[in-house]
């Protein structure tokens, strides 16, 4: 059996093409669940759930995708957990091949694939569909060099969950601190880029701002622990600024974008993008609230959450 987890926060009609996609699955011989966990949406997604009949709709009060997921596995009866996003639809093959990997491969632990994004039109891409589809969801090189993958397309053995235990808070970046708990236990991620979800890219700044606002929070957090962080921190953040330059052959060579036209939005998009970050990074060194920014998750939380001193 394989258990399929969904964490959601106010997106019932992205949720119901997540659930269509997984209940038009083909290939696979094992049956599966699908648990979708509900994070303090404005109003439950019990009808985006019933459409798809078998589908369990629990809710997990506590905010954050990480508490949301550990719901989930709590009442989880596979053997393996499959993880994806709300916003997310998988490729047609992708709970077959995540049977496929675990059955062929029995020393086989946990499982990372490819996240794509989506285009409303092919032929013209957005601007943030452009940039996203270059430097968004870079699973196989998070695995390489981070030693974790997304939660969004996500596989692993229960017992290996059961082994490294719950998915942090909204106060971290969840994947990566699960991904590199599960290293130190000894416990290797692998790509595989034949497990196939897609994502939309994000239809405004504004969004992709939120994103980075909790990314280089929960990055904050971490290194300011460290001594010395102050000149560590004023380096990185010089060095984002700067990167844009360094990520042209990036774009340049990338076999995911058609054309000139995607090139030069994914340029555009990457300078707007990193001057973002930095300025971030900056407001954070000089005093703004990491805990207020990580907490955008579900903005119910942000009054829960401590102020940085």
Request: charged share 20%; aromatic share 10%.
């Amino acid at each position: 059996m394989i258990s399929v987890i969904i964490p959601h926060l106010d997106q019932p009609e992205l949720l119901r093409s997540c659930l269509a996609s997984l209940t038009s699955q083909t290939g696979l011989r094992q049956p599966f669940e699908l648990i979708v966990v509900d994070n303090g949406s404005k109003e439950l997604p019990v009808n985006a759930c019933a459409a798809y009949p078998g589908t369990s709709l629990l809710s997990e009060p506590v905010p954050g995708p990480g508490p949301a997921r550990n719901r989930g596995v709590s009442h989880a009866t596979g053997d393996i957990l499959a993880f994806i996003d709300a916003d997310c639809t998988a490729d047609s093959h992708w709970l077959s091949e995540i049977e496929r990997q675990f059955e062929t491969d029995g020393s086989l632990n946990i499982l990372g694939g490819d996240v794509r994004i989506s285009y409303e039109n092919s032929e013209r891409p957005t601007l943030l569909e452009a940039y996203e589809t270059v430097f968004a969801y870079r699973m196989k090189e998070y695995i390489a060099k981070q030693g974790f993958t997304g939660t969004g397309n996500l596989a692993m053995r229960a017992s290996v969950f059961a082994a490294v235990g719950l998915f942090g808070g909204i106060d971290i970046a969840e994947d990566r601190d699960w991904g590199q708990r599960a290293l130190s236990k000894g416990y290797r991620t692998r790509y595989c880029p034949e497990m196939i979800v897609f994502h939309p890219a994000r239809k405004s700044f504004s969004e992709l701002a939120r994103k980075w606002q909790r990314h280089t929070a929960h990055d904050f957090a971490r290194i300011r622990a460290m001594r010395g962080w102050w000149p560590r921190w004023i380096i990185r953040t010089a060095a984002i600024a700067l990167s844009p330059a360094a990520e042209m052959f990036r774009i340049a060579a990338s076999d995911r974008l058609d054309g000139l036209r995607a090139r030069m939005l994914a340029f555009v998009g990457v300078v707007l993008v990193r001057c973002y970050r930095a300025a971030i990074m900056l407001s954070l060194a000089f005093g703004a609230s990491s805990a207020r920014m990580s907490g955008r998750w579900n903005p119910a939380s942000i009054s829960a959450l401590p102020r940085d001193g």
